[in-house]
């Protein structure tokens, strides 16, 4: 079983940028995707970004083409988002999250999650 840790999260203001990272306990990490999703105060968690357990496949939330990068070193076990142009509805609660199907956009389709990392964005 996987285990999932995140890290990365901050308070900075508009425009700055930040990388979250999750690493994962476990031998399987290369068999599963990943994916980031987000969760801000009294909203449902959105989906951000996903990748194949090959790198060959990335979609993301329309809200951060462009802005957002999520890449995976499967050597160390560990994922990555890497956020730029931070805006302030960027913030909630980042999570990190494992799953056994092809290209998972919704949160059902992941069974493994970490505890989260909280982005804070100040205008």
């Known amino acids: 079983q996987v285990q999932l840790v995140e890290s990365g999260g901050g308070l900075v203001q508009a425009g700055d940028s930040l990388k979250l990272s999750c690493v994962a306990s476990g031998r399987t990490f290369s068999r599963y995707t990943m994916g980031w999703f987000r969760q801000a105060p009294g909203k449902e968690r959105e989906f951000v970004a996903t990748i194949a357990y090959t790198g060959t496949r990335i979609d993301y939330l329309e809200s951060v083409k462009g802005r957002f990068t999520i890449s995976r070193d499967n050597g160390k076990n560990t994922v990555y988002l890497q956020m730029n142009s931070l805006k302030p509805e960027d913030t909630a609660v980042y999570y990190c999250?494992?799953?056994?199907?092809?290209?998972?956009?919704?949160?059902?389709?992941?069974?493994?999650w970490g505890q989260g990392t909280q982005v804070a964005v100040s205008s």
């Open positions: 999250a494992a799953s056994t199907v092809y290209n998972p956009t919704a949160s059902s389709q992941y069974d493994i």
